[in-house]
């Protein structure tokens, strides 16, 4: 359930190629399922993607741009950009605490299908997380 | 009713039982036969068999009793197998995929002939999926009787003649799934025996698996059509294609492809086409619906099931790379995305005939338009300068020639400007060319005495131009009507075509799509873990301020050319 779904948000991701010529950039594409309504009163739409790997190269700038494709040609579908923004990040070095205390992983259950579980992991940080931190769980 | 009992003797002794229950009523004095197929001897020779059949009355309201019994005591007895394997096939004419009672099956057993009341079972597979699991009713009766065990598929069929015949015809069957897949007989054996009771154990005597067979797919299609809604089909021209045909039942999951030869044609889609009439999407929530480029045509997949004669389009647009006579475009179908081993179909759609470049009505390459944005003077209205790039392949034109721009009515504030500018770094100022004549919405212009330097537009060379207005006065006031450009009034594709006319003949044409430059809106980034190296979540956040309609998208590009690999090296 989101602002442009009312089930699963369906996305498509191309992934490029930097040894092409000229490089074919990466493409994440998101398909509105249902009609958004903005013109009243105005939104914010939030994408998140997780999992994504930063450039291992320090202050490198990485361009995003984000287009919003409305439907406007009935014999061909096509789907023009109307709407456009550009953005970018920047990678840097990474400075990193090592946690020194062992963590620890508790499951109450093990079984595959079993639900309702609270499972405790158990880390001691060496430095203080602040209310915009973020703490990332991973499931590989 | 039956209900089997599958009794362990090893325990207590305990005898496998067979119960039917509420059966009609038995006529005294009258035969009953009961078959129980696929029952397994015992492993060793000479063991004696032993069986009790007992009718048993169930009143209603009262005790069941039995109130007749017979018990074989040592009746028959097993003995050493002699049966030898044979070499069996199915003999099959038509098995087409989403075929309807016309799947023919025989058992074909060589040159071997049943004796006169010997019998054959066999089973038909009910792990291969192609066949619908009932056989509609035998074909060969006269030589035949037949005995079909529904629930397990397998068909008994005793030799009733003396004829010599090595076939036993089973009849016809339906194809169950929609797509290429795979049928056969789990095995055939051929018994010994008799109409009349024995006093031998009837035994096998020959058994065979016979090879499996696979549906066939369809080779055409009830209706096709190929449409050239653009350009030209000669070399290094590209044109816009609509492809219609009929199709077969596709199941949701499915996925066609349209297939052209890449050592004719490549795609100029911008690795894309579009699905028009037929579709629509597939409510699978992990499902979009598609279509994109592949190495030798284009791919469609995440549609929701279409049934049986439904007209579907598809657009696309080819660059034709070479002379060819009758290139076939096909339409590849399977049942499931990405699995080649399922398709229902492959047909061609038609042929496209790709004439030499060399000829003299041959064409200009295909070109996209560059759109500057150029004024956004009114909240309502856009005014748009367009400008675009051309090569002519054989026409050389110098005054009086003209450049031809045929466009669908934009309302324009302003005359029309045409000016043309050799793409060269060398080449600096813009030429106009001289005004410009009007026939439904067929604009005229004429190549100027003292244009280019060169006196001429030549081929092989190209050229920039410019597309907009002029007005002429200028007030303190300006006015709507007072402003230059074209009115395009909202996002959306916008056509011209530009036409060559050269010494009194129209001799190259191009064809241009137009689409405005899109609105901007601001994107804020916030990369969660900026770390190098490491995995982090973008946050992407930005403001919209108009209603999107269904089906329309969210576009993220990341447009950095280097490490784009790496940056999505995790499944996403």
Known sequence: MSAISNSRIICLLYFGNNL?????????????????????????????IANVLNPSTVNLNTGIKANINIYCENQQKLPCST?????????????????????????????????????????????????????????? | MNVIQFGQY?????????????????????????????????GTAYVTLRYNLSLVNSPSGSYEYVFNMYQSINEYYTVSSTS???????????????????????????????????????????????????????????????????????????????NNIATIGIGASSSVVNYQSTFGISWVKIFSTS???????????????PPTLTLTTLTSYASTSLNLIEGYSSVGSTAFYSATLTTPIIPE?????????????SSNSNDACRVGAGFSRSSNDYSALRCYRQSQGFRIAGFSGISASTSIQVYFKLTSLTAA???????????????????????????????????????????????????????????????????????????????????????????????????????????ELAGYSNTANYYRFQIPTNFLIQQQINPSTQYLFRYTTCYASTTSTLTWSQYNGFVVGGPGVSKFWLTTYDAGAYTEIGYF??????????????????????????????TVNVNVVVGSQIVFTFDTNNLLNQMFANDL
């Open chain 2, 253 to 265: 999951g499915g996925e066609i492809r349209v297939l052209f030869d890449n050592t004719v044609f």
């Open chain 2, 513 to 542: 799509d137009f689409v405005p430059f899109p609105e901007p809106f601001v994107l804020t980034v916030n990369n969660r873990y900026p770390a190098a190296g490491r995995l982090t979540m973008l946050d992407l956040l930005f």
């Open chain 1, 83 to 140: 709407y456009e923004a550009r953005g970018f990040y920047v990678t840097k070095t990474a400075t990193e605490n090592t946690i020194t205390t062992a963590t620890s992983f508790s499951s109450s259950n093990s079984l595959v299908l079993k639900t309702g579980l609270t499972h405790t992991f158990t880390l001691t940080l060496t430095s203080s997380i602040t209310t915009t931190d973020a703490i990332y769980i991973v499931y590989p």
């Open chain 2, 195 to 209: 109409n009349a009771p024995l006093s031998t154990n009837p035994y096998t005597l020959y058994y065979s698996t």
């Open chain 2, 325 to 431: 006579a009758s290139s076939a475009i096909q339409a590849d179908i399977f049942g499931i995305y990405l699995d080649n081993t399922t398709r229902i179909s492959l047909a061609n759609i038609n042929t496209i005939t790709i004439t030499a470049s060399s000829v003299p009505n041959s064409l200009l390459k295909f070109q996209s338009m560059v759109t500057p944005y150029f004024a956004t003077l009114l909240t309502n209205y856009k005014y748009y300068l367009i400008e675009g790039t051309f090569n002519l392949r054989v026409t050389t034109l110098n005054n009086p020639d003209y450049l031809y721009i045929t466009e669908p009515g934009w309302t324009v504030y302003g005359n029309r400007r045409l000016l043309i500018k050799q793409n060269s770094s060398s080449v600096t100022g813009w030429t």
């Open chain 2, 10 to 42: 090893a325990i207590n002794n305990a005898p496998l039982r067979f119960s039917l229950s509420m059966q009609s009523a038995y006529v005294d004095n009258t035969a009953y036969t009961y078959i129980i197929p696929l029952m397994q001897n015992p």
């Open chain 2, 84 to 162: 030898s394997l044979m070499t069996t096939s199915i003999t099959n004419n038509l098995r087409t995929v989403q075929s309807v009672s016309s799947v023919d099956l025989s058992v074909n057993l060589g040159s071997y002939s049943l004796n006169q009341w010997n019998a054959a079972i066999f089973k038909i597979n009910n792990a291969l999926p192609a066949l619908l699991p009932a056989i509609s009713s035998p074909n060969d009766t006269s030589n035949y009787n037949y005995f079909y065990f529904k629930n397990i598929n397998m068909i008994m069929a005793q030799k009733k003649s003396s």
């Open chain 1, 20 to 48: 092409a010529n000229p490089p074919i950039p990466a493409n994440l594409t998101i398909a509105f399922t249902k009609a958004f309504s903005g013109s009243g009163s105005p939104s914010n739409i939030r994408v998140m």
